[in-house]
């Protein structure tokens, strides 16, 4: 079936970088887009970028250009999302989940990783 | 860039009655638009894909229309399962952004 597990918990303090993962399985990995999505505490969903896994293409939402960086690891399967120059804000709940190339809508999603940013 | 507004915030509902949550586009997004709904502690579920198309294993009392600007999630006759957060999220330019959610709530 497929899966995508997502790494654990992180406490980072402001000003450092983290980096999270998604392991895939049970589909083709190369077939499938995987997204990034973060909630923060008791508010909406917000989009960040999007990873081919094979590499190309790779976009990210305006609001972490310059801060944010997606991989990929085809040997695992996995996805990594890097996200540079911690604030407070960017403590959230993340998300990947699995697009549908030429469709809308993310129809697998991982369990989500907390990011806590404190000092 | 894009921006998907919902109405309304908060839909308050007895188990039963028929739920109409809107999602506007600030620019035309064809039929690229989907929903999904949240409960807590949960990652989203996806309900229905390219405006109108039940995900699997999503129950017929959920659908959804429109097209362009302006679409509309469905719920036929809401059950006790269905109180949660619903957004809705565009496909457009190689950018996927949601709205703000709908919260589903008992009356």
């Known amino acids: 079936q497929v899966q995508l597990l997502q790494s654990g918990t992180e406490v980072k303090k402001p000003g450092a970088s983290v980096k999270l993962s998604c392991r895939t399985s049970g589909f083709t990995f190369s077939a499938y887009y995987v997204h990034w999505v973060r909630q923060a505490p008791g508010q909406g969903l917000e989009w960040m970028g999007i990873i081919n896994p094979t590499g190309v293409p790779t976009n990210y939402a305006q609001n972490f250009q310059g801060r944010v960086v997606m991989t990929s690891d085809t040997s695992t399967n996995t996805v990594y999302l890097e996200l540079n120059s911690l604030r407070s804000e960017d403590s959230a709940t993340y998300f990947c989940a699995r697009g549908v190339p030429l469709t809308s809508g993310f129809d697998y999603w991982g369990q989500g990783t907390l990011v806590t940013v404190s000092s | 860039d894009i921006v998907l507004t919902q109405s309304p915030v908060t839909l308050s509902l007895s188990p039963g009655e028929r739920a109409t949550l809107s999602c506007r586009a600030s620019?035309?997004?064809?039929?690229?638009l989907a929903w999904y709904q949240q409960s807590p502690g949960q990652p989203p579920r996806l309900l229905i894909y390219d405006a109108s198309n039940r995900a699997t294993g999503i129950p017929a009392r959920f659908s959804g229309s429109g097209s362009g600007t302006d679409f509309t999630l469905t719920i036929s006759s809401v059950e006790p399962e269905d109180f949660a957060i619903y957004y809705c999220?565009?496909?457009?330019?190689?950018?996927?952004?949601f709205g703000q959610g709908t919260k589903v709530e008992f009356k």
């Open positions: 999220q565009a496909r457009m330019k190689w950018l996927w952004p």
């Open positions: 620019q035309s997004v064809g039929s690229d």
